[in-house]
């Protein structure tokens, strides 16, 4: 798990540089920290036995008012094959910044048939040990009826200015046809804010729900998409 940031708390807006175009991973790595609007996205990595990292891009973005980060390039499993990917990384928000309570995010892709997908997302607090303050794993069936992908709520304990995140996707194409198979292209990671209050004091997430929304594929074919939550 990463866990550190590269500048203190009190001063990581103004020591870290500002990037706003993809960057390229290294050795697994985002060699700087990127910085956006109303964030700071830093020790960011990435972790695969079946393709090779250096290969992606990470990049901070504007989705729905604030910074978010995306993570683009060919993550693509073949019939016969899986796919294990994983990102980490620390976002910050400024001091008077609205404070994240939940998370959002898509992924850009297309399947064929007998192929599956799932997504998790694990949030920790850096600030209290890594205490876990967030958990949901989506998993995507297909068939042909229904392209929607439904995903359920994903609301932290209370109202953070920092976080560190771990993603991870998982394709399985194991039993496609031939030629068949899965290609993502990009996985869109936001946030869900509200106005600054103090970093100790909890929220009534009931009166505005966090969603891992729209995370699901644009398929060749029609099918349904059955999400379970873990």
């Known amino acids: 798990m ?4 590269l500048c203190s708390t009190a001063v990581a807006i103004a020591c870290m540089p500002a990037v706003a175009a993809p960057v390229s991973f290294q050795n697994g790595r985002i060699q700087q920290s990127l ?13 695969s036995v079946e393709i090779d990292c250096d290969t992606l891009t990470a990049e901070a973005i504007s989705s729905d008012g604030h910074s978010a ?3 683009a390039g060919a993550m693509n ?6 796919l294990d990917v994983q990102f980490f990384y620390t976002v910050q928000t400024s001091d008077n910044a609205d404070r994240i309570i939940g998370l959002t995010g898509s ?19 850096p600030e209290d040990s890594n ?8 998993t995507m069936g297909l068939d042909e009826a229904d392209p929607a992908f439904e995903a359920d709520d994903l609301n932290l304990s ?15 194409a194991s039993s496609a046809p031939d030629g ?15 106005p600054g209050t103090p970093a100790s004091e909890p929220v009534t997430l009931t009166l505005l729900p966090a969603a891992l929304a729209a995370l699901g594929f644009a398929r060749r074919r029609p099918r349904r998409s059955e999400a379970t939550a873990g």
């Open 69 to 71: 980060i995306s993570f």
């Open 77 to 82: 499993v073949s019939a016969g094959n899986l």
């Open 180 to 194: 068949g198979g899965i290609s993502v292209s990009a996985i869109v990671q936001g946030f869900e804010q509200i």
């Open 158 to 172: 209370a109202a953070f200015n920092i976080l560190t995140i771990e993603t991870s996707l998982f394709l399985d």
């Open 131 to 138: 205490a876990l303050v967030g958990f949901i794993s989506q």
């Open 2 to 5: 990463l866990q550190k940031i």
């Open 107 to 125: 992924i850009v892709g297309t399947s064929t048939d007998d192929t599956f997908g799932s997504v998790a997302e694990s949030v920790f607090d």
């Open 35 to 47: 910085v956006f609007g109303d964030k700071v996205f830093s020790d960011i990595a990435c972790v």
